[in-house]
């Protein structure tokens, strides 16, 4: 090597050397401030374990009690950690998206901003309610009462709107993450937040509306049906007994519970029944405890005030409807009760025992007996309003709001209200029973029990519904409904007849009359079908049943009608072909997709009937999406498996032969 090659050799090292000591003073300051970023998160990280436990022990607590404002304050210190956490994390959520590759759980810190963002948008509503509710929440000495929750809303309903943006914005950022990637921690946190969030959006949306419900703005009177499931009807159950209850600034002025068949006038003239109620149960006229015909509960919550105020005299401005499974749920919130003229506490767990046992006509069918069967229901509304009035301590409030969601979701309680906002408020949610208008395919079966009896609560029911589609410009629908009666060892003559039994549990073990209703989509064509024909002497009106399916238009929807009489220990199958409207099946010429959707509704008061659906499409689609995902999958079969606990829906879109 010469000598100016070895000049040019050492100054190359001595650059070299040069730039890794600047790159070593530049690189350890910010290694060094990202370690030290780091550790802030971590200590954040630290510290909103300790906010959420103590959020989640204070969840336990009754919010009428003094823990309520601190729950307040634990909200306020959550958010600022979050705050902290998103202030010392910065540099690393700008990478966190391009960090998925990372073993385990890069799909995790790839969501870090999203969830981020979405406890910031949810811990902000938080905040907002709390603000909102304070004059109701932080006086823990004077007590929690509905009334000044009442006047607390009220005085704050400007407020809500807000609360209701951050919430949709936390729904928005909670979208955006994909939470079958996520490491399990994360996948249970959001599972709860996914359990929760809707209950938080419809409280919200409530506490909006509730003033003008509650009586803040005038009082409101609302007539309560207690329905019976056990002999159910297309809303949920034979109308028991009905309640009157007025409202005042969240206060109940007034409440009286009365059987059902006191209801009526009987001097006045009263409409012509349903010809189904006419011809097989002798119905001369329509009355108060049939008032709920109309699957749709809306159109039957107007029969109701209607006939309510032909035979008492006054309007009320709405109704609520619910049934036995709703009374359950909801005094289970309400913790134990002493109802005057029962011996022993009552419960959710034990409070149909003691309706039934309260109800037994013991000394026999009285007049007596007839004129109080149904006092034990009044003194449980007492006990109820005096707990939820005078001891709100005693009240799970956690519980209680959870059963009264589920119970409207599951349409074990429906409200119809006349006033517009609130009534277009509950229809949005799907809370006031209205029957669906949804686009393509429609199914809904409903039973009424005409047997004056109370077979429904061992009754069993399922359904199996086959959608043919393979030449899609003739769409036809085969539905199978299948009803069991399991008592078994049973020995006797089935005869229609209005009786009462010396026990519950003896009106349960009779035959059952059953009036089937179908409802498809406007414009369905029965191809096929019948009923099960019945002997005149089986029958109430002495004339024999031929199984004739009756065909006709209720509330919008195609009505499929038979009656059937099914035995203990037997099993029924009732089978309809129709042929469904073309326009059912969406389509998009330009792209050549073609959409089938089904809306099924469940009838109100029933359990999480079974349901399979099949759906049989052109032998050349090409299946480009389906929801929710199918229990088995053919060539170009699809079967999807249902419990109706709720109203159930299906969509699939394919391309190839279209209408």
Same mark, same amino acid.
């Given at each position: 090597?010469?000598?100016?090659?070895?000049?040019?050799?050492?100054?190359?090292?001595?650059?070299?050397?040069?730039?890794?000591?600047?790159?070593?003073?530049?690189?350890?300051?910010?290694?060094?401030?990202?370690?030290?970023?780091?550790?802030?998160?971590?200590?954040?990280?630290?510290?909103?374990r300790?906010?959420?436990?103590?959020?989640?022990?204070?969840?336990?607590?009754?919010?009428?009690?003094?823990?309520?404002?601190?729950?307040?304050?634990?909200?306020?210190?959550?958010?600022?950690?979050?705050?902290?956490?998103? %202030?010392?994390a910065?540099?690393?959520?700008?990478?966190?998206?391009?960090?998925?590759?990372?073993p385990?759980?890069?799909?995790?810190?790839?969501?870090?901003?999203?969830?981020?963002e979405?406890?910031?948008?949810?811990?902000?509503a938080?905040?907002?309610?709390?603000?909102?509710?304070?004059?109701?929440?932080?006086?823990?000495?004077?007590?929690?009462?509905?009334?000044?929750?009442?006047?607390?809303?009220?005085?704050?309903?400007?407020?809500?709107?807000?609360?209701?943006?951050?919430?949709?914005?936390?729904?928005?950022?909670?979208?955006?993450i994909?939470?079958?990637?996520?490491?399990?921690?994360?996948?249970?946190?959001?599972?709860?937040?996914?359990?929760?969030?809707?209950?938080?959006?419809?409280?919200?949306?409530?506490?909006?509306?509730?003033?003008?419900?509650?009586?803040?703005?005038?009082?409101?009177?609302?007539?309560?049906?207690?329905?019976?499931?056990?002999?159910?009807?297309?809303?949920?159950?034979?109308?028991?007994?009905?309640?009157?209850?007025?409202?005042?600034?969240?206060?109940?002025?007034?409440?009286?519970?009365?059987?059902?068949?006191?209801?009526?006038?009987?001097?006045?003239?009263?409409?012509?029944?349903?010809?189904?109620?006419?011809?097989?149960?002798?119905?001369?006229?329509?009355?108060?405890?049939?008032?709920?015909?109309?699957?749709?509960?809306?159109?039957?919550?107007?029969?109701?005030?209607?006939?309510?105020?032909?035979?008492?005299?006054?309007?009320?401005?709405?109704v609520?409807?619910?049934?036995?499974?709703?009374?359950?749920?909801?005094?289970?919130?309400?913790?134990?009760?002493?109802?005057?003229?029962?011996?022993?506490?009552?419960?959710?767990?034990?409070?149909?025992?003691?309706?039934?046992?309260?109800?037994?006509?013991?000394?026999?069918?009285?007049e007596?007996?007839?004129?109080?069967?149904?006092?034990?229901?009044?003194?449980l509304?007492?006990?109820?309003?005096?707990?939820?009035?005078?001891?709100?301590?005693?009240? %799970?409030?956690?519980?209680?709001?959870?059963a009264?969601?589920?119970?409207?979701?599951?349409?074990?309680?429906?409200?119809?209200?006349?006033?517009?906002?609130?009534?277009?408020?509950?229809?949005?949610?799907?809370?006031?029973?209205?029957?669906?208008?949804?686009?393509?395919?429609?199914?809904?079966?409903? %039973?009424?029990?005409?047997?004056?009896?109370?077979?429904?609560?061992?009754?069993?029911?399922?359904?199996?519904?086959?959608v043919?589609?393979?030449?899609?410009?003739?769409?036809?629908?085969?539905?199978?409904?299948?009803?069991?009666?399991?008592?078994?060892?049973?020995?006797?003559v089935c005869?229609?007849?209005?009786?009462?039994?010396?026990?519950?549990?003896?009106?349960?073990?009779?035959?059952?009359?059953?009036?089937?209703?179908?409802l498809?989509?406007?414009?369905?064509?029965?191809?096929?079908?019948?009923?099960?024909?019945?002997?005149?002497?089986?029958?109430?009106?002495?004339?024999?049943?031929?199984?004739?399916?009756?065909?006709?238009?209720?509330?919008?929807?195609?009505?499929?009608?038979?009656?059937?009489?099914?035995?203990?220990?037997?099993?029924?199958?009732?089978?309809?072909?129709?042929?469904?409207?073309?326009?059912?099946?969406?389509?998009?010429?330009?792209?050549?997709?073609?959409?089938?959707?089904?809306?099924?509704?469940?009838q109100p008061?029933?359990?999480?009937?079974?349901?399979?659906?099949?759906?049989?499409?052109?032998?050349?689609?090409?299946?480009?999406?389906v929801?929710?995902?199918?229990?088995?999958?053919?060539?170009?079969t699809?079967?999807?498996?249902?419990?109706?606990?709720?109203?159930?829906?299906?969509?699939?879109?394919?391309?190839?032969?279209?209408?």
């Amino acid at each position: 090597m010469n000598h100016t090659q070895y000049a040019g050799s050492s100054r190359k090292r001595g650059w070299r050397r040069l730039a890794g000591w600047l790159i070593l003073v530049l690189v350890v300051p910010v290694l060094a401030w990202l370690g030290w970023r780091a550790v802030l998160a971590w200590q954040c990280v630290g510290r909103l374990r300790e906010d959420v436990h103590r959020l989640q022990a204070l969840a336990e607590a009754n919010p009428a009690g003094p823990k309520a404002v601190d729950g307040l304050a634990a909200l306020s210190v959550l958010r600022a950690d979050v705050d902290a956490l998103e %202030d010392a994390a910065g540099p690393f959520l700008a990478l966190a998206p391009h960090l998925g590759w990372l073993p385990q759980i890069g799909p995790t810190v790839q969501a870090a901003p999203h969830l981020l963002e979405c406890s910031q948008h949810l811990l902000r509503a938080g905040e907002l309610a709390a603000g909102a509710l304070g004059p109701a929440l932080n006086d823990p000495d004077s007590g929690f009462s509905l009334q000044k929750m009442v006047a607390a809303l009220a005085a704050s309903r400007d407020q809500w709107p807000a609360v209701q943006r951050e919430l949709a914005a936390g729904r928005q950022a909670r979208e955006r993450i994909d939470a079958a990637q996520l490491h399990p921690r994360a996948q249970a946190m959001l599972a709860l937040l996914d359990r929760y969030l809707p209950l938080l959006e419809a409280g919200v949306e409530g506490a909006y509306w509730a003033p003008a419900l509650l009586g803040a703005e005038g009082a409101r009177a609302y007539l309560i049906l207690v329905q019976n499931e056990d002999e159910l009807r297309a809303t949920g159950g034979f109308i028991s007994g009905a309640a009157w209850v007025e409202v005042r600034n969240g206060k109940v002025v007034e409440m009286a519970f009365e059987d059902s068949y006191a209801v009526d006038d009987l001097r006045r003239p009263y409409p012509p029944p349903p010809p189904p109620l006419r011809d097989f149960m002798a119905a001369e006229q329509l009355l108060f405890r049939d008032s709920n015909w109309s699957p749709d509960f809306p159109t039957s919550a107007e029969v109701a005030l209607t006939l309510y105020a032909m035979g008492k005299g006054r309007q009320a401005d709405g109704v609520i409807a619910l049934d036995q499974h709703a009374i359950e749920a909801l005094i289970g919130g309400l913790g134990t009760l002493q109802v005057e003229g029962y011996p022993h506490p009552v419960t959710g767990e034990n409070v149909l025992k003691a309706a039934r046992e309260a109800w037994a006509p013991t000394a026999g069918i009285t007049e007596e007996w007839w004129e109080h069967r149904k006092d034990f229901m009044a003194a449980l509304f007492q006990a109820a309003l005096r707990r939820l009035e005078e001891e709100p301590e005693q009240v %799970d409030w956690m519980t209680l709001a959870g059963a009264l969601w589920d119970v409207l979701q599951q349409r074990h309680m429906m409200i119809f209200v006349r006033e517009a906002g609130p009534r277009e408020w509950l229809h949005a949610r799907g809370w006031d029973g209205a029957l669906r208008d949804a686009s393509g395919d429609f199914l809904m079966v409903l %039973d009424t029990n005409m047997g004056f009896n109370k077979v429904n609560a061992v009754v069993q029911q399922s359904l199996e519904y086959l959608v043919d589609l393979s030449h899609p410009e003739e769409p036809r629908a085969d539905l199978r409904v299948r009803h069991t009666h399991p008592l078994q060892g049973w020995q006797g003559v089935c005869r229609q007849e209005a009786r009462y039994d010396m026990t519950y549990e003896q009106m349960t073990q009779r035959c059952y009359w059953n009036y089937l209703r179908v409802l498809a989509p406007r414009g369905s064509e029965l191809i096929e079908g019948r009923g099960h024909p019945i002997p005149a002497e089986a029958l109430l009106r002495g004339k024999p049943y031929d199984g004739e399916v009756i065909v006709s238009e209720e509330d919008g929807k195609q009505a499929f009608g038979a009656l059937m009489l099914l035995e203990p220990g037997r099993t029924l199958d009732t089978r309809l072909v129709y042929r469904l409207p073309a326009d059912i099946i969406g389509s998009d010429s330009a792209a050549g997709r073609n959409v089938y959707s089904l809306t099924v509704q469940k009838q109100p008061g029933t359990q999480a009937v079974p349901l399979r659906v099949m759906v049989v499409l052109p032998a050349d689609a090409q299946i480009l999406d389906v929801s929710p995902t199918p229990a088995a999958r053919g060539r170009n079969t699809l079967t999807f498996e249902f419990r109706l606990s709720t109203d159930q829906s299906l969509r699939v879109v394919w391309r190839g032969a279209g209408r």
